[in-house]
């Protein structure tokens, strides 16, 4: 069994745990001022959403080639968004996405 | 709120992600596998890297050949955007030993950052445990035990684009910024990030698309007024302020998760 990957992941983590912890450890961030505590108050939904509209929109083919992606995907994403809103339930807006999307591909419709 | 209500919409918000790192943890083990990695090199990259996104890229690098030091500076660049996370968690862990947020920031996530900003902003204050639950119980377990499930069944697994798998992280991630989108500038910031980091991605790159929609979404939405008839959803505890649970508005609509 191969394990010579296994510095490679050790080396991977290493390039990503400075991201996660940085801002979190780093001296001399307590005390923020209003103005900066209100933009960071913002990232998530900015970020959240910039993560679901990517993915829902975006494709790298093989080459690495990035192009616009209109697809089942959008109907999904906005099934479960209609669901989450209305039944505040975010589990139920993931199974009912998954089930028309699951319903579209099984129908040759996607 | 009160902190045991808020637990269970984080709860029940837990099992609709505990679904996507599952889904995607499976996919990935079975990734690796065909790419032709151990089960042991598999699960290294789940426990040290655990960056789904990096973890399936990684995979793509190395069957393409790429050397080790361009995956690792492409992992950094793609997963840089914890640092928008890391930074918007700050002012919650303010009177958390250093030591304490360096060994919490392993287990940083889109999820558990999704999961745990929201559950801070219900209930007014930082808990630790529910970012422990959303980081580890949701996150970090799952998608370690689904990465060994994935590998360990190979080919018995059907197409996974069949099974809808692929939707469940843009719906999620949709579902959990409509929950934090409270207010105008809320509501602003995820628009204008979205559409940014589409605009962006077409551009330069997802990753970096991702980086800059949640950058300059934020920014964009500062230069929107304060209204001041209705307060803004709470806000990170000021230094010093009791970090005791509140009974502080939540906004119109903080329940995402909430059993009908």
């Given amino acids: 069994m191969s394990a010579d990957l296994i510095l490679l992941a050790l080396l991977m983590g290493a390039a990503t745990y400075p991201s996660r912890a940085i801002p979190l450890v780093a001296p001399g961030v307590e005390r923020l001022p209003p103005p900066v505590l209100e933009y960071l108050r913002l990232v998530g939904p900015a970020v959240l959403a910039a993560l679901a509209a990517t993915s829902t929109m975006i494709v790298v083919d093989a080459d690495r080639q990035v192009t616009f992606h209109v697809g089942i995907e959008w109907a999904a994403v906005l099934v479960a968004l209609v669901v989450v809103r209305w039944r505040r339930n975010l589990f139920l807006g993931l199974a009912a996405a998954v089930a028309l999307t699951i319903a579209a591909r099984g129908l040759g419709l996607a | ?260």
Wanted: proline residues 8%; glycine residues 12%; aromatic residues 8%.
């Fill in chain 2, 1 to 260: 709120m009160d902190v045991a209500a808020s637990r269970r919409i984080l709860a029940l918000d837990g099992m609709g992600i505990i679904v996507t790192a599952v889904g995607f943890g499976v996919v990935y083990g079975l990734t690796a596998r065909e790419a032709g990695l151990s089960v042991v090199e598999t699960m290294a990259m789940s426990v040290f890297v655990f960056a789904g996104a990096a973890q399936f890229a990684a995979v793509g690098y190395l069957v393409q050949g790429l050397g080790w030091p361009a995956i690792v500076l492409l992992t950094a660049f793609l997963n840089a955007r914890h640092l928008l996370y890391s930074a918007a968690l700050l002012p919650w862990f303010r009177g958390v030993s250093r030591p304490r947020r360096a060994a919490l920031a392993y287990v940083l996530t889109d999820e558990a950052f999704a999961l745990s900003i929201a559950h801070f902003r219900r209930i007014g204050r930082l808990d630790p445990a529910g970012y422990g639950y959303a980081g580890v119980v949701v996150t970090f377990i799952p998608w370690n035990l689904s990465t060994i499930a994935g590998f360990l069944l190979g080919g018995a697994i059907a197409d996974p684009a069949q099974l809808g798998i692929d939707v469940i992280f843009p719906a999620a991630m949709a579902g959990l910024a409509l929950g934090l989108a409270t207010g105008r500038r809320e509501v602003v910031a995820a628009t204008a990030g979205a559409g940014i980091a589409v605009v962006a991605s077409l551009a330069w790159d997802p990753a970096g698309g991702i980086l800059v929609g949640g950058v300059v979404g934020p920014a964009i939405a500062m230069l929107l007024p304060v209204r001041e008839a209705r307060p803004p959803s709470p806000a990170p505890p000021e230094a010093g302020r009791p970090t005791e649970a509140t009974d502080q508005d939540p906004g119109p609509d903080p329940e995402i998760g909430v059993a009908p």
